[in-house]
Every structure is written in C-alpha cells, then in structure tokens.
C-alpha cells in the first residue's frame, strides 16, 4: 500500500513539474525583425529631418523566425508643420565620419514625408551632416543623436511591452501553430508642444492579430496600448 502511496505521490510531482515547465516562457526579444537602435534629428525654420539606425530582416516573411538580419538607416524629411511636401526630386547627400552616401528620397505611402534607406546602422556618437536639395532650397544640418536622453533603453521598452502584454501574448500563442514576430521603433509626439519621444513595440501574429504598445523614452510610462 506504501508502495502505490508512493507512486501516486510521484505521478503528481511529475504532473506538477510537466505543467509548470512544459510551457516554455517567451522571450519577446527572439521575435524581434526589426530594431532601431538610435535616431538623430535636425531642423531648420521650414524643414525637419531624421535618421533612425539599426537592423531588419533581410527578407521579410512572417514565419515566427528571425531571418538573417541586416544594417539599415532610414533618413527621413518632412515639413515642421507637417503639411505634405511639394512633389520634387530630393536628392540627398548624407555625410557619416566622412563616408559619403548618395541618392533619393522617394515619397512615403503612409504619411507626409520623403525617405530612404542608406543601408547602415551608425553609432550614437557618430557625425553626421546631411544635405537635401530640391527646387529652388537646400536644407544642410548637422545631425544629433536625440536618443542618447534616452532613460529607457530600447531593451528596457521591449521589457515592459512584454510585462504590459502578457495576457494578450499568452492568448496569442496559446494555438502552437500560430507564429509571431515584432517590431521596434522610435516614435515623436508631435501633437504637443513637448514633442516627447516613445518607444513603440508592435506584434503581428500568422493568423492577422496585431499588438501595440507605447512607452515614454523618459521614464518608461505606457501611454498607450492597441489589443
């Protein structure tokens, strides 16, 4: 009787220790196909430009993998006020410790601004100079790195994305057929005078569910959540 006591006693312990481990915790961080690392800003009185720097998948598919991975940096211009640009040719010359980059811009189909991707992440300390020339102006700045005031870095954000979204990521890789991958960037307030900064962390999973968070670059704060 002590024997089948026992055993009964162990089947239990495995019981407990297969449904406490058998569920492998997620780490958002290994579904992550794109990051951006950095962004450095400049403006003059009309005009405003960006360049946001880091690493995407060379070749996007939604398959719950992360790909081979490669070196971006999406140089962005847009209006201050943000009325749309005039429809022109926006060549521009970027300027990064010396090393020259060349092209472009080509008009966004989601917002009012002209961008292009020259291919390379840069650190936060780098120099750069970037000069875009169209009809009758040239806008010439000098780049600086607004994410170094940064309190929250971006390991940090996608830290609290998955603390915040835990029950929506349980719920949304409950079914193991289901993939997910994610998405980091860096994201301007320009509906306020403070013009803050937020990390924003988004999820889309194989069967057209999304997830979004925002989280102030400050102090960590989220600010907003799509579930």
């Known amino acids: 009787m002590k024997k089948k006591l026992l055993g ?14 058998g569920k492998t915790k997620m780490n958002l961080n290994d579904y992550i196909i794109e990051e951006r690392n950095n962004l ?18 060379e070749n996007y598919c939604l398959d719950g993998v992360k ?6 940096g999406i140089l962005s211009f847009s209006k201050i006020n943000k009325d749309p640009l005039a429809n022109d ?6 300027l990064i410790n010396e090393e020259s980059f060349t092209g472009t811009l080509e008009k966004s189909n989601y917002d ?12 936060n300390d780098a120099n750069i100079i970037v000069q875009i020339s169209f ?25 609290i994305a998955q603390k915040s979204l835990k029950t929506e990521l349980d719920n949304m890789t409950s ?13 301007k307030d320009y509906s306020s005078e403070s013009k803050n900064l937020f990390w924003y962390v988004g999820v889309i999973s194989t ?3 999304t997830l979004g968070i925002l989280i102030d670059a400050k102090n960590g704060d989220v600010v907003a959540k799509k579930v």
């Open 40 to 57: 450095f800003t400049a403006q003059d009185e009309l005009y405003y430009a960006t360049l946001s720097t880091g690493l995407r998948e």
């Open 8 to 21: 009964f006693a162990m089947l239990g312990i495995c019981l407990l220790y297969f449904t406490a481990c």
């Open 112 to 123: 009012n601004t002209y961008s292009a991707d020259i291919g390379v992440s840069v650190p």
């Open 175 to 187: 079914d193991k057929n289901t993939k997910i991958e994610a998405v980091t960037k860096i994201v």
């Open 67 to 72: 790909n081979n991975m490669i070196d971006f």
């Open 135 to 159: 009809t009758g102006y040239t806008f010439e700045q000098t780049l600086q790195c607004t994410s170094n005031e940064f309190t929250i870095s971006k390991s940090d954000a996608i830290a």
């Open 207 to 209: 069967n057209g569910e």
């Open 89 to 94: 040719n926006y060549n521009y010359t970027v």
